[in-house]
C-alpha cells in the first residue's frame, strides 16, 4: 500500500481488511459458505471504496485549500458511487447473500473507516 501516502488511512485499511477477514472466519463457522460470502463482500466493498478514496487523496498535490476541498470532494464523490453500485450488484447477482450479514459487515467496516480520526499521521516520539 505504497501508493496511499497517508500513514492514518493505510493503517485504518489495514485493520478494515484484518476485521473484514476475521468475520469471514467467524460467519464461516457460523452459518457456513454463504455467510461467509456475504460477510466478505460487505467487508470488501467498504475496502475497496476506502482504498479508491485513499488513492485519490493521495494523489493530491495542490496547495492551496480550495484544492484540498475539491480533492476531498471528489474521493468521497467517488466513494459514495463506488459503493451504491457494488451494494446494487451484489443484490442482483448474489441470489444467496445473507443481507443480515452482509449489510451488518459493511456497516462495521464504515465504523471502523471513522477510526482514521484517532491514528495519529505523525510518527514523530513526542518527549
Known amino acids: 500500500m505504497s501508493w496511499i ?30 455467510g461467509a460470502i456475504s460477510a466478505m463482500l460487505g467487508g470488501g466493498i467498504s475496502v475497496i471504496s476506502s482504498a479508491v478514496f485513499a488513492l485519490i487523496v493521495s494523489r493530491h498535490q495542490g496547495y492551496t485549500a480550495g484544492d484540498a476541498i475539491r480533492t476531498a470532494l471528489r474521493a468521497e464523490a467517488a466513494k459514495i458511487i463506488l459503493i451504491v453500485g457494488l451494494l446494487w450488484m451484489v443484490f442482483k447477482f448474489y441470489a444467496s447473500v445473507n443481507a443480515l450479514v452482509f449489510i451488518g459487515t459493511f456497516i462495521l467496516m464504515v465504523l471502523v473507516y471513522s477510526m482514521v480520526l484517532f491514528v495519529a499521521d505523525n510518527t514523530k516520539k513526542i518527549r
Open 5 to 34: 501516502k497517508s500513514r492514518s488511512l493505510r493503517v485504518v485499511l489495514l485493520v478494515q481488511l484484518l476485521v473484514t477477514f476475521a468475520l469471514v472466519i467467524v460467519f464461516l463457522l457460523a452459518l457456513g459458505k454463504h
